[in-house]
């Protein structure tokens, strides 16, 4: 089945960066919107943050604007989200996604299996 793959989550304390990175051997991201989300235990998945394939415009959360930073680099076909100052609030599963569009959007059809990131003193 078509999936996307995370990597780069670990156990980090609060201050400390992170940077995720979504790729996929079946699928080239160049082309297509990649969302990041992330599911904390208890709470519903949300939207993190996205960068567009068309013109690579990204949006945030605005509970991670200023901190994260989504980057596209099409020689790897992968998308990164760097993740700076981590607060114990940012641990979560973190997944990508695309919507298969060139735009970002609120509907994303293929998942990577997601990340673990623990933010802990």
């Known amino acids: 089945q078509l999936h996307l793959v995370e990597s780069g989550g670990g156990f980090v304390q609060p201050g400390e960066s992170l940077r995720l990175s979504c790729t996929a051997s079946e699928l080239n991201l160049n082309g297509l919107a990649i969302g990041w989300f992330r599911q904390a235990l208890g709470k519903e998945r949300e939207g993190v943050s996205c960068i567009a394939s068309y013109d690579d415009s990204t949006n945030y959360a605005d509970s991670v604007k200023g901190r994260f930073t989504i980057s596209r680099d099409s020689a790897k076909n992968t998308v990164y989200l760097q993740m700076n100052s981590l607060k114990p609030e940012d641990s979560a599963v973190y997944y990508c996604?695309?919507?298969?569009?060139?735009?970002?959007?609120?509907?994303?059809?293929?998942w990577g299996q997601g990340t673990q990131v623990t933010v802990s003193s």
């Open positions: 996604a695309t919507n298969l569009e060139r735009l970002c959007g609120e509907e994303y059809d293929y």
